[in-house]
């Protein structure tokens, strides 16, 4: 196992107590006490998520990076079932002509009971990595190397984020043509921390109220710009699915002024992140921004934003503001997080 600090290969009789022979510090994973990785694709995560240390990124998009690995075991699982089934197919023709009939009968009962595991993986579409599993890899990997270069973390839980600017001052007397809403505080964090509102002269705010110091001034700044022109941003939830319509609705928000389009993730984009599903626990209606498909979809699951690298957010998002408004235009469902957005995300990672 390779030391991803001093590049030392050893095997595993030269790491007693998980210290690399090398340069003498410790390793976070040890695969032969059964931690499913090592710390190379743990590390392999981090230079995903940071874009090799250009972006910064936060906790949660560091948990879909490594739950990808486990995506891609239960699509080998798969493989192994239909593999199993074909053997299962030959061996129960040898029993219909009359051989081999001990070899038939037990790979029956294996082959029905992979074609199970199998067929259980693809309905669910979930995470196959708990929160819980990801914070024991998370808490061993901050013991061994300390804290990742471009964590976004926030000082408090409903606190100003940390980065390196913020919003002036004198806010109140800026004018904003363009803005981006968020669904969450967390997708705010991303994009302040980036300095994606300093680079692209936008707003930024959550819908639940953040960044607190500055939210009613600024909300209350776009609120007087007839021409502007809001973004919303947001996870595949009903809340999130909803907000392009609230705030085209909402006369706290945006109602009657400018112009709202959704750059969030729909459900009609899932296709490519089936095995990165929440779990949803709740039926839901259609309206109000939702179709009665989608509602469907949402009463079984949920997709957050944080399943697509910072780097293509942050792509995605500037391309979507640089469209000029006599260009083709697209509704709710048409700004698309393409399949390759989320399949490049394996690439280089082991």
């Known amino acids: 196992m390779k030391c991803v600090r001093c590049g030392h290969d050893s095997k595993y009789p030269e790491r007693p107590n998980r210290i690399c022979p090398g340069c003498q510090k410790p390793f976070a994973f040890e695969p032969r006490a059964n931690d499913p990785l090592t710390d190379t694709t743990f590390q392999k995560a981090i230079e995903a998520v940071s874009a090799g240390g250009k972006v910064r990124w936060g906790f949660e998009h560091l948990y ?3 739950a990808r690995k486990f995506r891609r075991k239960s699509r080998l699982l798969a493989l192994f079932a239909i593999a199993v089934v074909f053997i299962c197919i030959l061996s129960a023709a040898t029993v219909i002509i009359g051989k081999t009939f001990k070899f038939a009968a037990f790979l029956l009962p294996l082959a029905a009971l992979f074609v199970f595991l199998a067929w259980k993986a693809k309905q669910a579409g979930t995470v196959g990595l708990s929160l819980a599993d990801f914070n024991k890899l998370w808490s061993q990997w901050w013991i061994a190397h300390g804290e990742p270069k471009g964590l976004i973390v926030r000082a408090s839980a409903r606190g100003t984020p940390t980065p390196k600017r913020t919003f002036d001052s004198d806010i109140a007397d800026y004018s904003f043509d363009r803005a981006v809403i968020c669904d969450r ?11 994606f509102h300093f680079e692209n002269n936008c707003a930024v705010l959550s819908v639940d109220g953040y960044p607190e110091p500055l939210f009613d001034t600024v909300r209350a700044m776009l609120k007087r710009n007839p021409k502007l022109h809001v973004f919303a941003l947001h996870d595949s939830s009903p809340a999130g699915c909803r907000l392009a319509h609230r705030l085209r609705t909402n006369p706290e928000w945006f109602a009657g002024q400018g112009k709202v389009t959704d750059v969030g993730l729909r459900p009609s984009q899932a296709g490519a992140f089936h095995g990165l599903f929440m779990r949803a626990g709740a039926t839901i209606s259609a309206g109000a921004g939702i179709s009665a498909l989608e ?12 399943v697509l690298r910072p780097e293509q957010v942050l792509k995605r998002l500037f391309a979507a503001m640089q469209r000029k408004d006599d260009e083709e235009e697209f509704d709710d469902d048409s700004f698309t997080y393409e399949q390759s957005d989320m399949e490049s995300a394996n690439d280089g990672f082991g």
Not at 185 to 195: G, M, P, S
Not at 295 to 306: G, H, K, P, V
């Open 64 to 66: 879909y990076e490594i």
């Open 295 to 306: 509602a469907r979809w949402l009463s079984e699951n949920t997709l957050e934003l944080a």
């Open 185 to 195: 505080a967390r997708t705010a964090d991303l994009l302040i921390a980036n300095n």
